[in-house]
């Protein structure tokens, strides 16, 4: 059986997924780091689907989201993920598919029925994720693939009427929960310090993409003040659509001095009435720790999510004790709040979609872009060339 890429696939029940190898690109330049070009590191594979379970779907997948989490696991700068996975790591946190088989055990879905998935591998004991389907979850194989089978847990009814096109709803199975769920941490531990009727209106900031993105237009629909800092005018341009304000992140050099980061506190302090940001959401770390930090209002919450350009961060404990700061970190949604998030699109989530739709074997290419920080917004990749008709007209 050939794919339309030109394999032959090995059975009827066969996929053709990328797989990560980290080992021969290392091998290729040496271990010299300077060297190293995530481009090459996906390849693709030929895979056997697993059977079949009472409570299974078979998902062909339609389309998905590049995430920034397979930006580090190729260069392994937080831990070499495919060398703990045996040397083999499928990738792919978020996508859309069209049920194709279902388990006899399924009730919720329907052959035909078009789903979203959610990331979420194992869970603790109050619903938050100890692993990370396509990433630490043994034997889990992601969705950067033409087939999947999952769970019927693993998947959401995607909403097809929100108003979004195909490519929006691709934008956002990840980057929405995790958005959701930064948002209501970062109002509630800032609730427990300045109930509403002290504080009605919030001064919030955002560092990064897709999730910041997202983050503000939660703001902003409950009525903050909301504020992108960005480097791409185009990212800026789209959230200005909505009401939400922007810096632009290259005035100040990404934060590069001291000089710079005051610079930037001096435009938030004239455009706040010398207040700051209540809420600053930042999805980089790194170099704009430091300006989200000194920005903050009293009382102020700086919350963060995933994998960072710096993993290790330090700050004046005292200056942020007397500040009344508090800094918060997360991971990832409970399976209810992936939910809840997929409630919100269209309604409030509008992402920003890069301007070009990548072909399936244009998926190394995307990753190198998007390593290289040239997309105008979240990069999207189109799987199957023929599409059902349920999603036809949001094409």
Not at 122 to 137: H, L, N, Q, V
Not at 213 to 229: D, I, Q
Not at 253 to 268: C, E, L, P, Y
Request: overall charge neutral.
């Amino acid at each position: 059986m050939i794919n339309h890429h030109g394999e032959t696939k090995m059975t009827p029940h066969a996929h053709i997924p990328f797989r990560l190898d980290i080992a021969a690109e290392r091998h290729r330049i040496g271990d010299d780091m300077r060297a190293f070009d995530v481009g090459r590191i996906l390849k693709l594979d030929t895979l056997a689907l697993p059977p079949l379970a009472a409570d299974g779907v078979r998902l062909r997948i339609l389309a998905f989201s590049m995430e920034h989490n397979l930006d580090h696991a190729a260069q392994a700068d937080t831990v070499n993920i495919a060398e703990l996975r045996g040397g083999k790591m499928y990738p792919g946190n978020s996508a859309v598919g069209e049920v194709i088989e279902v388990g006899p055990a399924v009730r919720r879905f329907r052959v035909g029925d078009i789903a979203l998935t959610h990331c979420l591998g194992e869970a603790d004991a109050y619903g938050y994720p100890s692993r990370i389907w396509a990433y630490d979850k043994p034997d889990s194989v992601g969705w950067y693939s033409e087939e999947a089978v999952v769970s019927d847990w693993q998947i959401i009814p995607a909403p097809l009427g929100c108003g979004l096109n195909l490519w929006e709803i691709a934008a956002l199975p990840l980057r929405a929960p995790t958005a959701y769920h930064l948002w209501r941490r970062g109002h509630d531990l800032f609730r427990v310090k300045v109930p509403r009727e002290k504080l009605g209106r919030l001064n919030v900031l955002g560092f990064g993409g897709g999730v910041s993105e997202l983050f503000l237009m939660l703001a902003r629909s409950e009525g903050h003040r909301a504020f992108f800092c960005s480097g791409s005018p185009e990212r800026r341009k789209h959230l200005e659509s909505l009401g939400i304000e922007s810096f632009d992140q290259r005035k100040y050099n990404r934060f590069a001095t001291s000089g710079d980061i005051k610079a930037f506190q001096g435009d938030v302090k004239q455009r706040t009435d010398g207040v700051g940001m209540h809420i600053v959401c930042d999805m980089l770390r790194g170099p704009v720790f430091e300006a989200g930090l000194t920005v903050q209002a009293r009382q102020g919450v700086n919350v963060s999510s995933g994998w960072q350009v710096a993993k290790k961060v330090s700050y004046d404990s005292a200056n942020l004790s007397v500040r009344q700061i508090t800094v918060d970190h997360m991971h990832y949604e409970t399976i209810a709040g992936c939910h809840a998030a997929t409630e919100l699109y269209g309604s409030v989530f509008r992402p920003t979609v890069h301007r070009e739709i990548y072909s399936f074997d244009d998926v190394p290419r995307a990753l190198r872009e998007m390593h290289d920080n040239v997309q105008t917004g979240i990069p999207i990749i189109r799987v199957a060339e023929r599409m059902p008709a349920a999603v036809s007209a949001l094409i």
